[in-house]
C-alpha cells in the first residue's frame, strides 16, 4: 500500500495520508481476498461462543442485595421475570460531577440502548453501578439512557469475588436459584460497541497508537489515556445531551 498526501499525525489536518488508487476490478480482487479472511474470522468467533456455551457455572446467592428505584431489591428480581440476565458493572467517582465520572464505562454502556430484542431472548440487560443509587441514576437520566440501574455499593464484594469492578457478567436463574455463566473485561466489552466494529472497517480504522497501519496514517489517540473517550474534557457523549438541555446536576454540588 503507498501513501499518497501529506504525512499527519492529527484528525484535524484537511490533508491525510491515502492508499493506493486502483481500478475497480484490482481493489475489488484484494477485498475478495480480504473476505476470505473475514469469513474465517466469523467462523472462529462462532466457534468460540459454542465453547462460551458449554462452559460450566457457579452459584451466586440470588438474595444478594442491591439498591434499585424502589430501594433495596434482591438479585433474582433482577432479572424482571426473564431467565438470563448481562449485567455491566459501571465504575463511578464518588462526589465527582459528571464530567469526571468514567469516560470508558460510559462510551460502552451508552451504546446499549435498544433492549427488545434481548428481551425476545429471555435476556434482561441492567447496570450494576459501583455508586450510590441517587447519584448516579441521576447520570443515568442526564445521559438519557433508559436501562434498569441499581446501586451495588454495598454488595460489590459478594458479586465480584475477588474481582476488579470493571466488567461484563452473564447470569442464569432456575427457578429461585442463580448462576453466573460467564465474565469478561477490557476489550471483551467491544461486544458492547458497535462503533469500535465501525471504526475498524474505515481506512484510518480507530486511530490509536497500538494499532497496526501504514506509516504517516493519523493516530493521535492513545488507548492508555482517558482523552481516548473523551472531547474538551468531558466523556465525548455528554456535549449532545448539554446541547440538548439535560441537566448534568448529580447534586454533589452547590448550584
Not at 484528525?11 to 475497480?24: K, N, Q, S
Not at 466489552?189 to 481506512?203: C, F, V
Request: charged residues 25%; hydrophobic residues 35%.
Amino acid at each position: 500500500m503507498t501513501l499518497d498526501a501529506t504525512n499527519s499525525a492529527t484528525h484535524h489536518e484537511t490533508t491525510l495520508p491515502r492508499p493506493a488508487l486502483v481500478d475497480r476490478a484490482t481493489w475489488q480482487a484484494e477485498i475478495d481476498k480480504l473476505r476470505i479472511r473475514e469469513k474465517a474470522h466469523t467462523r472462529e468467533g462462532d466457534a468460540i461462543a459454542a465453547a462460551r456455551r458449554r462452559l460450566p457455572m457457579t452459584e451466586v446467592d440470588p438474595s444478594i442485595s442491591l439498591t434499585g428505584p424502589e430501594g433495596p431489591v434482591p438479585l433474582l428480581e433482577v432479572f424482571e421475570g426473564r431467565r438470563q440476565l448481562i449485567a455491566y458493572f459501571h465504575m463511578w467517582h464518588d462526589g465527582q460531577s459528571a464530567a469526571e465520572q468514567c469516560e470508558g464505562c460510559t462510551f460502552f454502556n451508552g451504546q446499549v440502548r435498544e433492549l427488545s430484542y434481548l428481551h425476545s431472548r429471555d435476556i434482561t440487560y441492567a447496570t450494576f453501578c459501583q455508586g450510590p443509587y441517587a447519584e448516579s441514576v441521576r447520570y443515568r437520566d442526564f445521559m438519557g439512557w433508559e436501562v434498569p440501574w441499581y446501586s451495588v455499593r454495598e454488595c460489590a464484594e459478594e458479586l465480584l469475588a475477588g474481582r476488579p469492578f470493571f466488567l461484563l457478567s452473564c447470569y442464569l436463574r432456575d427457578g429461585d436459584r442463580v448462576f453466573e455463566t460467564y465474565w469478561t473485561t477490557i476489550r471483551g466489552y467491544e461486544a458492547m460497541s458497535p462503533s469500535h466494529g465501525l471504526m475498524d472497517r474505515t481506512i484510518y480504522g480507530r486511530q490509536e497508537t497500538w494499532e497496526d497501519s501504514p506509516a504517516g496514517w493519523p493516530q493521535p489517540w492513545d488507548a492508555g489515556d482517558r482523552g481516548v473517550w473523551r472531547t474538551d474534557g468531558r466523556p465525548a457523549a455528554q456535549w449532545s445531551r448539554l446541547a440538548a438541555g439535560h441537566s448534568d446536576d448529580l447534586g454533589t454540588t452547590e448550584r
